[in-house]
């Protein structure tokens, strides 16, 4: 099956300081999601991309559709403790959702303090 | 509230015997999700079916079993077959047609011994 390859795998930064993570692919998507897990749940849909090129913001999350239709990035300015956790990237290439979402491994994301 | 229902959290089973995992969604979604999640590893597609009475099999489909005899309920079945069980298992739906965005349950913790 398709794969996405998610990095960093992990990161250790300073609280205040920005993030960046990114996910590519060998294939097209026709849609980049980004979802949010906490220990021992389940993950929350934070961004949704579904135009070559769009940039999206929400508060302080921003991500970008690349004009390949192959990557996406996520960024988080002036993390803050609750950032911690592990984020998603996920592709979509059928219609409606139908058949799943191809899902990256995760980028854990520990803020010292 | 509007939202996916997994339970119970924590499952815990012997060796050989089936169990099966609840899913409940009242968000009148018409397409749900089974998948598997492993340690570092991302989400992996078991089960879906996006509509009442069908389901396909996604890509670790072996030694599990689904049935979808009302829109709102889409349990699974982890049979004595499946030769390393124990893991987190997330349930998901979304509004076919409409997007790809799909919303998680809280997840199964399922451990077999």
């Known amino acids: 099956g398709q794969q996405l390859n998610q990095s960093p795998q992990s990161m250790f930064i300073q609280e205040g300081e920005d993030v960046s993570m990114n996910c590519t692919s060998s294939s097209i998507f026709n849609t980049w999601l980004w979802y949010k897990q906490d220990p021992g749940e389940g993950p929350v849909l934070l961004i949704a991309l579904y135009k070559a090129g769009e940039l999206t913001s929400n508060g302080r999350l921003t991500a970008q559709f690349g004009i390949t239709r192959k990557d996406s990035f996520l960024n988080i300015s002036a993390s803050i403790p609750s950032d911690v956790g592990i984020y998603f990237c996920a592709g979509g290439n059928s219609g409606g959702g139908a058949d799943g979402l191809t899902f990256g491994k995760g980028t854990h994301l520990i803020i010292q303090p | ?113």
């Not at chain 2, 997994?6 to 089936?18: A, D, V, W």
């Not at chain 2, 069908?54 to 004595?80: C, H, M, N, W």
């Not at chain 2, 077959?81 to 790809?100: D, H, R």
Request: with cysteine.
């Open chain 2, 1 to 113: 509230d509007g939202g996916i229902t997994q339970s119970p959290k924590y499952l815990f089973r012997k060796e050989g015997q089936n169990v099966t995992l609840s899913c409940e969604q009242n968000l009148n979604h018409d397409a749900m999700y089974w998948y598997r999640q492993d340690p570092g590893q991302g989400l992996r597609l078991i089960y879906y079916s996006q509509i009442v009475n069908d389901f396909q099999k996604g890509d670790i489909a072996e030694g599990y079993s689904v049935s979808r005899e009302k829109k709102e309920s889409f349990p699974l079945t982890v049979t004595s077959a499946q030769k390393n069980p124990t893991a987190f298992y997330l349930c998901a739906s979304t509004q076919t047609g409409e997007s790809y965005e799909q919303y998680f349950g809280p997840g199964t913790r399922l451990t077999v011994t």
